[in-house]
C-alpha cells in the first residue's frame, strides 16, 4: 500500500467518524428537543386539570365527592389529540374517575403510579413503549395528598418521528460519505503526483551519491505550490554543479585500453 493510498483510507476514517459522531449528537438532540416538546404539551393539560380539581378540593370536597369530575376530565381531555386518558386516584393509587378518549382501544386497567410515587411531592413524566405518562400530585391547603393526576398520551407519533428522523439522517450521512469518496480519489491522485517528485529527487540524489549521470526532470511540473517549485529548481541547479565522476571515469577508460 503506497503512502497516498494509506493516507487517503486514514482520511477516510477520520471523516466517516466524526460524520457518524455528529449524526449521532444531532440524532440526540432532536430527540430531546422531541421529548421537551410532548412533556410541555402534556404539562399544559395536566395544570389546567390539576387547577380544576384543586379548586374543588380547596373547597373541602373530596375527589370521590366531586360530581363533576368526570366533566371535568372529559372537557381537558378535549386539550390534545395526543392525550388518551386521563385518570384520578386516590393516594393509595386506587382509581375513582377517568375519561378515555377510544374506550375500545383503553386498557382495562388503570395505569397506577406505586404508592412511592403517590406520596412524591413532584410531578413526573415517562416515556415508554406503550406511550407517554405523566403523574402529578395533588394536595390540599395544608400540603396533604389528596390524591393523584395520571395522564397517558399515544406515543406512535412520538416514535414514528424518532424512527423517520433516524433513517433520514442516516441516510444524510451515507450520502455524505459516498461525496466525500471522489474528492479523497482526487487528493490520493494529486498526492500519488507530488510523491512522484519526490521520489524522482530521491532516486536522483542516489545516483548522484553514487557519481552517476543525472536523471532527467519530467514529473517536476506536478508540484503545486511556488515554493516547491522553486526548491526544486534550485536542487537541479545545485545537482548539475556537481563533478560527474562517473562520466569522467567511462571517458577516461578507453583512453588506457588505446594506450
Not at 177 to 201: D, T, Y
Request: with cysteine; charged share 20%; hydrophobic share 40%.
Amino acid at each position: 500500500m503506497t503512502l497516498a493510498t494509506k493516507i487517503g483510507v486514514a482520511l477516510f476514517l477520520v471523516l466517516a467518524a466524526a460524520l457518524g459522531m455528529t449524526t449521532v449528537l444531532n440524532y440526540l438532540r432532536f430527540e430531546q428537543t422531541l421529548q421537551t416538546l410532548v412533556t410541555q404539551r402534556i404539562n399544559v393539560v395536566s395544570n389546567e386539570t390539576s387547577q380544576d380539581l384543586l379548586a374543588g378540593i380547596d373547597l373541602g370536597l373530596r375527589l370521590e365527592n366531586m360530581e363533576n369530575l368526570d366533566a371535568i376530565l372529559d372537557r381537558r381531555l378535549g386539550m390534545s389529540h395526543e392525550v388518551t386518558q386521563i385518570a384520578v386516584q386516590n393516594c393509595q393509587g386506587t382509581p375513582i374517575a377517568r375519561s378515555v378518549r377510544n374506550p375500545a382501544k383503553a386498557p382495562t386497567s388503570t395505569i397506577t403510579p406505586p404508592p412511592s410515587d403517590a406520596q412524591g411531592k413532584a410531578s413526573w413524566t415517562r416515556f415508554t413503549d406503550q406511550g407517554v405518562i405523566s403523574s402529578t400530585p395533588l394536595r390540599d391547603s395544608l400540603g396533604q395528598c389528596a390524591g393523584m393526576l395520571t395522564i397517558t398520551a399515544d406515543g406512535t407519533d412520538y416514535f414514528g418521528k424518532l424512527d423517520g428522523a433516524f433513517r433520514q439522517m442516516w441516510q444524510s450521512a451515507a450520502i455524505g460519505m459516498l461525496a466525500i469518496i471522489p474528492v479523497l480519489g482526487l487528493l490520493m491522485v494529486l498526492m500519488h503526483r507530488r510523491h512522484r517528485v519526490f521520489s524522482e529527487l530521491h532516486e536522483d540524489i542516489e545516483r548522484a551519491l553514487a557519481g552517476q549521470t543525472p536523471t532527467g526532470t519530467a514529473h517536476d511540473n506536478d508540484v503545486l505550490t511556488e515554493s516547491e517549485m522553486e526548491l526544486i529548481a534550485l536542487y537541479r541547479e545545485i545537482r548539475d554543479q556537481l563533478p560527474n565522476d562517473g562520466a569522467s571515469s567511462d571517458q577516461n577508460t578507453p583512453a588506457g585500453k588505446s594506450t
